[in-house]
């Protein structure tokens, strides 16, 4: 018996050691509802998100819409900018950087209206649509869970109370742009409840709500309302300017009695209630305005709807959001025992190592940027996705465009979801409009130009302030990801109509606002380095305002040399090609400081803040493709400034050690991908596994989305490169469905912590070559075919 126990154990340990993440469904899950709004679930269709937080007394489910923004469209770069600009780089380049800003601040900064000299506060904010409350009246309940099926894109919420079994799934239609929630009684008549909707008292906000109120009937109920901002100038703007939106929910019963009481829907011994939520606004997308009528476009949307076929619309729904999730297929060996989402992330925060956790962390990214980010919706994902309750949100939920709206986007092409970059590069186009005056106004150029942060009018000038607003790169850092969906993708007619014409345009700017430094380079003045500051040398204050800063550099040749590329692959414009070429030559190199980091400004200043959490300099690294290991000492000095930044406290915000993550995979240091890929679980992850700034902020789940599969593949130096930086806990596992440049699909098998075996499919038809430490082999793919290669990169 002793012997057969021993057995046994030897057995049950063996089948531990097998079982993979893979083994659990990819979802999250809790034992309670969520108490506060960082603990509910989110569903998304791209333009219309819900938040579930699963009361069984009084549930919540929170609603958003990509479009309700408070403010007005107006171009409000400064129109003193112009007069001014000479004056101010000659500033900069004679190191008189305190009469620069001095100047800057009067001249520079955004105004609050057309042709106004009235400096701007920053613009307004992304707002709250709706709650939808439902009421299910119970105290107690048994057999609770909560549950988000990451894979079907369902929120459910089951429970028993009073001896019925109850069931309430939410999720969110791509096909047919529509939230849906159903309410299930097991028991034949046991569903008696009311619905009603609220939206935030807004006393306390910088907003009111004009006309806001709620109406009824027999089947539905219609929230619909009007934004005025108290901002003396904008009240000034022409009668009904501001935003108008309109949400709205439509209920079908099964059985039982369904009717409108006092604002409040009220259903009767039912077998299952249908809401189907609808939201709109009078946002014209194409134009960055406002125009037409938000209830009248709500009930256009909801009539799309085959409202009494919930199956066919719940069954779309849920095949659209399962194909896009499932081209990609992530495992490691794990043997954790299954337990709920949030008892997972405290034993990590305490120390604990969870395979399973990685895994869902992940896909967790990919389900959020198809939710936030896919038609039917055409603005990008902001800095909360769109999932925001706030009326005034933090950072006002915009887009920041110095790194959190390209971090956004940085798991679209590798992780196999491209469709999520249509809304991103809408916008682009939309925002040209905007762009082209001011970059006419301010810096007397062609082309067009935003600075730091934007919002769905499509603001350019310099926000806020000049210390972090000065940042003429944000339009051409967010034009480098039109040429990344072409180096995934391939796609020639994208190139050809979306790419090269937007990229090009904006050429025109940087050959216009570019200047020649005291040193000799072509350098952007003025800039910064994003929102950090150095001591001047002569007067030992600090300051940010500077010219040439490295990060502009990098941004400004990694550009042109996608530009020189597209012109090259589509064989066009030869002259053009000549004169960008001569740019990149005189561009000034990335440099090294005198203890051997990368150095962040033109000249070797000491930073304010060493441990800060921009580490704009090192952009050659990740997501440029400057710095590598054909270029060792940048390569080395790289990782010196991580350490350094590391050593000052830096890392601690989410985005930021996400960005790290990324930066150390580039590095291929495993050993640090798995330290601060462990650290963001442990101190930047809230317990829905939304990112934390601190406050919310979405850029750290999708930058650590791309970490992992950076840490996986790599393709950014014309290899396709497997494990380049594999976690060592991260054994034994498997990734299928990766996308690598020139036109790849990429699966990753791995035992002991070494390759076992690849298999790369040809999308494209181009010729590629397969890296595995250090050894490269050149793979001849016919279009359309795979080929199955085992760690020593020989064919199967």
Same mark, same amino acid.
């Given at each position: 018996?002793?012997?057969?126990?021993?057995?046994?154990?030897?057995?049950?340990?063996?089948?531990?050691?097998?079982?993979?993440?893979?083994?659990?469904?990819?979802e999250?899950?809790?034992?309670?509802?969520?108490?506060?709004?960082?603990?509910?679930?989110?569903?998304?269709?791209?333009?219309?998100?819900?938040?579930?937080?699963?009361?069984?007394?009084?549930?919540?489910?929170?609603?958003?819409?990509?479009?309700?923004?408070?403010?007005?469209?107006?171009?409000?770069?400064?129109?003193?900018?112009?007069?001014?600009?000479?004056?101010?780089?000659?500033?900069?380049?004679?190191?008189?950087?305190?009469?620069?800003?001095?100047?800057?601040?009067?001249?520079?900064?955004?105004?609050?209206?057309?042709?106004?000299?009235?400096m701007?506060?920053?613009?307004?904010?992304?707002?709250?649509?709706?709650?939808?409350?439902?009421?299910?009246?119970?105290?107690?309940?048994?057999?609770?869970?909560?549950?988000?099926?990451?894979?079907?894109?369902?929120?459910?919420?089951?429970?028993?109370?009073n001896?019925?079994?109850?069931?309430?799934?939410?999720?969110?239609?791509i096909?047919?742009?529509?939230?849906?929630?159903?309410?299930?009684?097991?028991?034949?008549?046991?569903?008696?409840?009311?619905?009603?909707?609220?939206?935030?008292?807004? @006393?306390?906000?910088?907003?009111?709500?004009?006309?806001?109120? /709620?109406?009824?009937?027999? &089947?539905m #109920? =219609? %929230?619909?309302? +009007?934004?005025?901002?108290?901002?003396?100038?904008?009240?000034?703007?022409?009668?009904?300017?501001?935003?108008?939106?309109?949400?709205?929910?439509?209920?079908?019963?099964? @059985?039982?009695?369904?009717?409108?009481?006092?604002k409040?829907? /009220?259903?009767?011994?039912? &077998?299952? #209630? =249908? %809401?189907?939520? +609808?939201?709109?606004?009078?946002?014209?997308?194409?134009?960055?305005?406002?125009?037409?009528?938000?209830?009248?476009?709500?009930?256009?949307?909801?009539?799309?709807?085959?409202?009494?076929?919930?199956?066919?619309?719940?069954?779309?729904? /849920?095949?659209?959001?399962?194909?896009?999730?499932?081209?990609?297929?992530?495992?490691?060996?794990?043997?954790?025992?299954?337990?709920p989402?949030?008892?997972?992330?405290?034993?990590?925060?305490?120390?604990?190592?969870?395979?399973?956790?990685?895994?869902?962390?992940?896909?967790?990214?990919?389900?959020?940027?198809?939710?936030?980010?896919?038609?039917?919706?055409?603005l990008?994902?902001?800095?909360?996705?769109?999932?925001?309750?706030?009326?005034?949100?933090?950072?006002?939920?915009?887009?920041?465009?110095?790194?959190?709206?390209?971090?956004?986007?940085?798991?679209?092409?590798?992780?196999?979801?491209?469709?999520?970059?249509?809304p991103?590069?809408?916008?682009m186009?939309?925002?040209?409009?905007?762009?082209?005056?001011?970059?006419?106004?301010?810096?007397?150029?062609?082309?067009?130009?935003?600075?730091?942060?934007?919002?769905?009018?499509?603001?350019?000038?310099?926000?806020?302030?000049?210390?972090?607003?000065?940042?003429?790169?944000?339009?051409?850092?967010?034009?480098?990801?039109?040429?990344?969906?072409?180096?995934?993708?391939?796609?020639?007619?994208?190139?050809?109509?979306?790419?090269?014409?937007?990229?090009?345009?904006?050429?025109?700017?940087?050959?216009?606002?570019?200047?020649?430094?005291?040193?000799?380079?072509?350098?952007?003045?003025?800039?910064?380095?994003?929102?950090?500051?150095f001591?001047?040398?002569?007067?030992?204050k600090?300051?940010?305002?500077?010219?040439?800063?490295?990060?502009?550099?990098?941004?400004?040749?990694e550009?042109?040399?996608?530009?020189?590329a597209?012109?090259?692959?589509l064989?066009?414009?030869?002259?053009?090609?000549?004169?960008w070429?001569?740019?990149?030559?005189?561009?000034?190199?990335?440099?090294?400081?005198?203890?051997?980091?990368?150095?962040?400004?033109i000249?070797?200043?000491?930073?304010?803040?060493?441990?800060?959490?921009?580490?704009?300099?090192?952009?050659?690294?990740?997501?440029?493709?400057?710095?590598?290991?054909?270029?060792?000492?940048?390569?080395?000095?790289?990782?010196?400034?991580?350490?350094?930044?590391?050593?000052?406290?830096?890392?601690?915000?989410?985005?930021?050690?996400?960005?790290?993550?990324?930066?150390?995979?580039?590095l291929?240091?495993?050993?640090?991908?798995?330290?601060?890929?462990?650290?963001?679980?442990?101190?930047?992850?809230?317990?829905?596994?939304?990112?934390?700034?601190?406050?919310?902020?979405?850029?750290g789940?999708?930058?650590?989305?791309?970490?992992?599969?950076?840490?996986?593949?790599?393709?950014?130096?014309?290899n396709?490169?497997?494990?380049?930086?594999?976690?060592?806990?991260?054994?034994?596992?498997?990734?299928?469905?990766?996308?690598?440049?020139?036109?790849?699909?990429?699966?990753?098998?791995?035992?002991?912590g070494?390759?076992?075996?690849?298999?790369?499919?040809?999308?494209?038809?181009?010729?590629g070559?397969?890296?595995?430490?250090?050894?490269?082999?050149?793979?001849?793919?016919?279009?359309g075919?795979?080929?199955?290669?085992?760690?020593?990169?020989?064919?199967?």
């Amino acid at each position: 018996m002793k012997y057969i126990n021993i057995l046994m154990l030897l057995l049950l340990a063996q089948a531990s050691f097998a079982q993979s993440s893979g083994d659990k469904p990819i979802e999250l899950w809790y034992k309670q509802p969520a108490q506060k709004w960082v603990e509910a679930l989110p569903v998304g269709n791209g333009r219309m998100g819900a938040m579930v937080f699963g009361k069984t007394n009084q549930e919540i489910i929170q609603i958003n819409e990509e479009s309700v923004w408070a403010g007005l469209k107006f171009n409000d770069a400064n129109p003193n900018a112009g007069k001014v600009m000479n004056d101010i780089r000659a500033l900069l380049f004679a190191d008189k950087s305190e009469e620069a800003v001095s100047l800057a601040r009067k001249n520079l900064v955004a105004v609050n209206a057309e042709n106004s000299n009235e400096m701007a506060r920053n613009f307004r904010s992304h707002q709250t649509l709706m709650n939808v409350n439902v009421d299910y009246g119970f105290e107690t309940t048994t057999n609770y869970k909560r549950s988000l099926d990451l894979e079907k894109g369902l929120a459910v919420t089951s429970f028993t109370a009073n001896g019925n079994e109850y069931t309430q799934t939410v999720l969110a239609s791509i096909p047919h742009n529509i939230l849906l929630v159903s309410i299930k009684s097991k028991n034949t008549g046991g569903l008696n409840t009311k619905v009603w909707l609220t939206r935030p008292d807004p @006393k306390d906000s910088t907003m009111k709500l004009k006309d806001c109120g /709620v109406t009824g009937g027999k &089947d539905m #109920l =219609i %929230l619909s309302g +009007q934004i005025i901002d108290k901002i003396e100038k904008e009240n000034k703007g022409p009668a009904g300017a501001h935003m108008k939106f309109a949400g709205l929910v439509k209920a079908v019963v099964k @059985k039982g009695t369904l009717e409108e009481v006092g604002k409040q829907l /009220v259903v009767k011994n039912a &077998d299952e #209630l =249908i %809401l189907y939520i +609808q939201g709109a606004t009078n946002y014209d997308a194409a134009n960055m305005s406002i125009k037409g009528d938000a209830y009248a476009k709500c009930l256009q949307l909801l009539n799309t709807v085959p409202v009494n076929e919930y199956n066919l619309v719940y069954k779309r729904a /849920v095949d659209e959001h399962a194909k896009l999730m499932n081209r990609v297929k992530f495992s490691l060996q794990d043997n954790s025992a299954d337990m709920p989402t949030d008892e997972r992330l405290e034993k990590v925060k305490k120390g604990a190592t969870d395979h399973f956790l990685n895994t869902l962390y992940f896909q967790y990214g990919r389900y959020l940027l198809i939710g936030s980010s896919m038609k039917p919706g055409i603005l990008p994902a902001n800095l909360q996705g769109l999932w925001n309750y706030e009326l005034d949100a933090p950072w006002n939920a915009d887009f920041h465009t110095n790194i959190n709206l390209q971090m956004n986007y940085w798991p679209a092409e590798v992780t196999n979801i491209s469709e999520t970059t249509s809304p991103l590069f809408h916008f682009m186009y939309a925002i040209r409009e905007q762009g082209r005056i001011t970059a006419k106004k301010m810096y007397n150029a062609r082309g067009w130009v935003f600075h730091h942060c934007t919002d769905a009018f499509g603001k350019t000038g310099i926000q806020a302030s000049i210390e972090w607003g000065t940042f003429p790169m944000g339009a051409t850092w967010m034009c480098l990801h039109f040429w990344d969906h072409y180096t995934f993708t391939q796609d020639k007619d994208f190139l050809l109509k979306q790419a090269y014409p937007i990229m090009k345009e904006h050429a025109l700017f940087l050959e216009d606002y570019l200047a020649k430094s005291p040193e000799g380079y072509l350098v952007s003045a003025p800039s910064s380095s994003p929102e950090n500051q150095f001591k001047h040398p002569v007067t030992g204050k600090n300051t940010g305002m500077t010219y040439g800063p490295t990060m502009d550099n990098q941004i400004i040749r990694e550009f042109l040399q996608a530009l020189i590329a597209s012109a090259k692959t589509l064989q066009k414009d030869p002259n053009d090609v000549a004169k960008w070429e001569k740019m990149v030559a005189q561009l000034a190199p990335t440099k090294l400081t005198k203890d051997g980091r990368i150095m962040e400004w033109i000249k070797d200043y000491e930073e304010v803040e060493p441990g800060h959490r921009h580490i704009s300099h090192l952009f050659g690294l990740y997501p440029g493709t400057q710095i590598s290991e054909n270029t060792p000492d940048l390569f080395k000095g790289a990782s010196k400034t991580l350490d350094y930044r590391l050593s000052h406290g830096g890392g601690h915000t989410g985005w930021s050690r996400a960005w790290i993550i990324n930066f150390y995979a580039r590095l291929k240091n495993p050993a640090k991908v798995e330290e601060h890929l462990q650290a963001l679980f442990a101190k930047s992850t809230l317990p829905n596994l939304f990112d934390n700034h601190p406050p919310f902020q979405i850029d750290g789940n999708f930058g650590g989305t791309a970490g992992i599969a950076e840490a996986l593949l790599q393709s950014h130096t014309g290899n396709i490169n497997l494990l380049p930086a594999l976690p060592p806990s991260w054994e034994n596992g498997s990734i299928t469905g990766l996308k690598a440049r020139g036109g790849f699909e990429v699966s990753i098998y791995w035992k002991n912590g070494q390759l076992e075996k690849t298999i790369i499919k040809n999308i494209a038809g181009n010729k590629g070559s397969v890296q595995y430490q250090g050894k490269v082999v050149p793979v001849s793919i016919a279009k359309g075919e795979s080929i199955t290669l085992n760690s020593q990169l020989v064919k199967n």
